[in-house]
């Protein structure tokens, strides 16, 4: 058996840029984390295992930003917005493939991926996920 | 400790609000000191054993290493002089360490303060500096602002509770019109509600006046002992409670977009530190660096239930004339927002209302304050009670 990978946020990303939504559950407590965490923070376990999450959710908050960051402001006005997913993780992101005025809260989105390889001698560079509606 | 003084502000300095050309952070915050020695002519500089003070960026002057410089440029050589970084709360925090040097018994008399120069910069350069207050590899890397931050709040709680954008112009409204009367306030300019909501979307459902201001300011309180204060000033101000919390530092995280579990739990520490209730205060600063802040802080101090926060502004309870005035400086949002000393210039709003010297904005009979100082997007937040002695 391979050896589990790091529970890193640049492992996290790594999976994104090879399309995959994983956490890292603590085998003791059982407890999942997206992004995972390098100790558990409920029962402080180094103990994790990976584990592959569905990536479709429904939207519980969001906005259109129209004043954007510097290397986001070609894409303004964009919206953005939370999602819960299985287990009752979340994660923001990006929301693409929907006119603005159409975004209900509650409504189903998948999570896509951008997949470019990881160089790590930009860190902390990463591919980004998105949210498309499902 | 239950209701007992913690310590006594015996004076209090507050620079001009705005955009100060051509100063220095250093030099404006000889300005908020030099004015809280003319207050107290019987406090002698010499007299102030440690200095803390609030600061949160050293991007904008290229200038960490704050404690000392401040203390440099204000004639307080050779005390130690320490700086403290919890986002927005920076000198929300530096007075609660200034308290707990005074409470330690190692100090009668320290200075607690905080400063930001940010006007020097581009709105796009501050608004980065400003996100840096977010989680990064999660929010700042997908895009979101922090303006966006608390946009993902406002519209949550406006799906929740049904609140409205005329709710959070109403916020805007109400403390453009008290930094109208505050000769230091950033913005001394009314707003009217049209304008507010009509004012340029900067992260829907946020406007520009939903939007607190990019501004330079500095701000100072001395602190002693209680037994010590009318040695010093006939009129001191007591602080009988303090909390401080944290929570996530990314808001997708927590429980709940329409609360901050942090100004929650350092509320309740306050309140029962000082054994008051929050129907015991007369007067609050709180943090409205957005509207929805403004809203979201109402329900999490317990002035209203959660979800009432729209109403309890749109029936102008929290006015000048309401019946718990809040913001009576003009707030983040018209006085200006200098995030490192935005904490201890909450605190002497509170100081002058309770020592009867705000002069067009004196709540009449105010006995006791409040300050809610967040960091952030919510992951620190300090409270701070206030009573006239």
Known sequence: ?134 | MKGKPLVSIISAGLSKFGKLEGLYGREIFAEAVKEAFDRCPNLNPKDIQALFVGHMGESYEHQGHTGATLADWTGLLHIPATRTETACASSGAALRIGIFSILSGLYDVVMVGGVEKMTNRTTPEVTEFLAMASDFPFEQWHGITFPGLYALMATAHMHKYGTTEEQLAMVAVKNHHNGFLNPKAHMQKEVTLEKALSSRVIAWPLKLYDCSLITDGASCLVLTKPELAKKYTDTPVQIIGTGQASDSIGIYERESFTSLIAAKLAAKQAYQMADVTPKDIDVAEVHDCFTIAEIIAYEDLGFCKPGEGGRLIENGETTLEGSLPVNTSGGLKAKGHPVGATGTAQAYEIYLQLTGQAEKRQVENAEIGLTHNVGGSGATAAVHIFRRE
């Open chain 1, 1 to 134: 058996m391979s050896e589990e990978k790091p529970f890193t946020i640049e492992q996290f990303y790594k999976y994104i840029s090879q399309g995959k939504l994983m956490g890292g559950k603590c085998k003791k407590c059982g407890t999942i984390y997206l992004p995972p965490r390098p100790v558990c923070t409920k029962c402080h376990s180094k103990d994790f295992e990976w584990i592959e999450i569905q990536p479709k959710g429904k939207l519980l908050t969001y906005t259109i930003i129209h004043v954007a960051p510097v290397q986001f402001q070609s894409m303004a006005p964009y919206a953005v917005g939370i999602i819960q997913l299985e287990n009752g993780l979340k994660i923001p992101g990006i929301i693409k493939n929907v006119e603005h005025d159409k975004i209900k809260i509650g409504m189903e989105l998948k999570v896509v991926f951008e997949k470019t390889p990881v160089n790590v001698s930009q860190w902390p560079q990463w591919p980004r996920y998105y949210f498309k509606p499902a």
